[in-house]
């Protein structure tokens, strides 16, 4: 199954303007999210606040109400009660037309039903209405349902005409209770401020962030693109180093040649020239082989992934180029990669192997399937028992080579072409001399 390229596959890493719109969705996303989470909170916080308002009210219309027994008025009882007269700021009881026929503190002579139809009455005739300016929230207790009188009984009568006296209330139509709530009201106030705030504050972090975002984005593909300038200018440093030598024993050839020609046209026995020109071809293949590899380590790394047999491959390989099989234990297992980059990267670390200066007799493989972190993955291992990686940490950097005839290019050649297939490469040096690579590459299952 072929793959898409991957500037099909990964448009926000090709396409700066793709990956600016992806970014300001994303910013507009997470804006959102956290305005949805800030409203909850903030509503939480005002429903947390209205409770514990409507509890203080249950609260301290208790108080006032027990608090009547020992009073003769209502007036005395609340300033008798420094709870009461320091939340309690007006209280007032109207008769069926309207009017006050008891009043203390800040409380309307005549109150007005207009209020209480814009307020869903709660149970037993409550009625809450918030009075923002005043900074309370007035009570209102309808007393036909709240208190409706009981029925008299035979010599209760007495008892009903000193209660009239102590509690006017149950003689009329509303009791009217005006209460500070300061904790409410900041609440309120707060939670007001905190939306607009938030959202502000949100949407200037949210879009800073992503504009620090992107311009890291850009400082990255700039270092990418320096560093891409570094490797070919090393490429092309190397190159006009590697192609000079070769070209100049070819200069030097051709001149022995264009001496033994014409030698032989003066009579002169000066050889056919067959030893000059098999130099000649090995110094053309020798140029030929460099920019080959340069070119491979230069090109697209993903090529066109299919379903491929390591172990067959390997073994391929090493036929070829070792005059034997050297995969000594093996499983099937596919992998999901191009097969001409995977053929590429193996037979870099199989050359490489064989110029270490180990008999090829001593170079070895394994190819074994395993699970890493619960995923399938194939595993293979090519060692030797050559000279070893003399600075392992910088064996996979392009161009670095400790070899005389090297071009230091074939293992992060290899490096390349496996990253790009979805595995890694692992250089160690094995005990007892040599070296060991591992490639671990996922499995193939039938989906790539």
Known sequence: ?????????????????????????????????????????????????????????????????????????????IEANSVLSERIRGFAIYDASLFAIYRWGKAPAVYTEAGLGKENPARFGRYTI????GRSVTFILNIERFLPPPPLREG???????????????????????????????????????FPFCEIAFFILIFYIRHLYLRNRGYRERIEAQQNLVVLGTAASTLAHEIKNPLLAIRLQTGILRKLKTSNANGNAGGNGEEELSIIEEEIDRISSLIYRVNDYLRESQGNPTPVQARNLLAEISMRLCNKNIVHESEDGEVFIDPDRFRSALENIVRNALESGCPEQEIGATVQKTRINGQPRVVIAIFDRGKGFSDIKRALDPFYTTKSAGTGIGLSISKRFIEAGGGTIVLENRDGGGARVVITLPEYTGQP
């Open 130 to 133: 918030p009075n923002k300016s």
């Open 156 to 194: 209760q009568e007495n008892r009903r005409r000193h209660q009239s006296r102590m509690f006017p209330a149950i003689t009329g139509k509303y009791i009217y209770i005006d209460i500070t709530h300061p904790a409410y009201w900041r609440t309120q106030t707060i939670t007001a401020f905190m």
């Open 1 to 77: 199954m072929a793959s898409k390229p991957c500037a099909a596959r990964c448009p926000r890493e090709k396409n700066p303007l793709l990956a600016s719109h992806m970014t300001l969705i994303a910013a507009l996303f997470t804006w959102l999210f956290l305005s949805v989470l800030t409203l909850f909170i903030l509503w939480s916080m005002r429903d947390r606040a209205r409770l514990i308002r409507d509890n203080d009210n249950e609260r301290i219309l208790s108080s006032l109400f027990a608090s009547l027994r020992g009073y003769e008025e209502i007036g005395e009882s």
